[in-house]
């Protein structure tokens, strides 16, 4: 069984930043794709953010100079570093990993972690 669990989330002011973490644990034998989900209310789920072995992360284009994504492949984890935030990056951002377990490739969630930016 293979779990994301994601961290970090807080209410911050506009222009604040803030890092989100987010770790996969189980029986894990090779992620290939982790990235970064967001969903503000009454709006549909966007990818915000994607990084995969090999290749140069990608980005939506409303986060992109804001945001950073990164990996530590040795813990399975990947982070969300935003900056210069504004009131419409509030949402519940989920993380998401592509990955081989158990001889099946598929896509897992976490739970998410709400950032809310407000003055």
């Known amino acids: 069984q293979v779990q994301l669990v994601e961290s970090g989330g807080d209410l911050v002011q506009p222009g604040g930043s803030l890092r989100l973490s987010c770790a996969a644990s189980?029986?894990?034998?090779?992620?290939?794709?982790m990235a970064w989900y967001r969903q503000a209310p009454g709006k549909e789920r966007e990818l915000v953010a994607s990084?995969?072995?090999?290749?140069?992360?990608d980005y939506a284009d409303s986060v992109k100079g804001r945001f950073t994504i990164s990996r530590d492949n040795a813990k399975n984890s990947v982070f969300l570093q935003m900056n210069s935030l504004k009131p419409e990056d509030t949402a519940v951002y989920c993380c998401?990993?592509?990955?081989?377990?158990?001889?099946?490739?598929?896509?897992?969630w976490g739970q998410g972690t709400q950032v809310t930016v407000s003055s």
């Open positions: 998401n990993a592509l990955l081989f377990s158990g001889g099946l490739h598929g896509s897992y």
């Open positions: 189980g029986s894990i034998i090779r992620i290939s794709t």
């Open positions: 990084i995969t072995t090999g290749r140069n992360p």
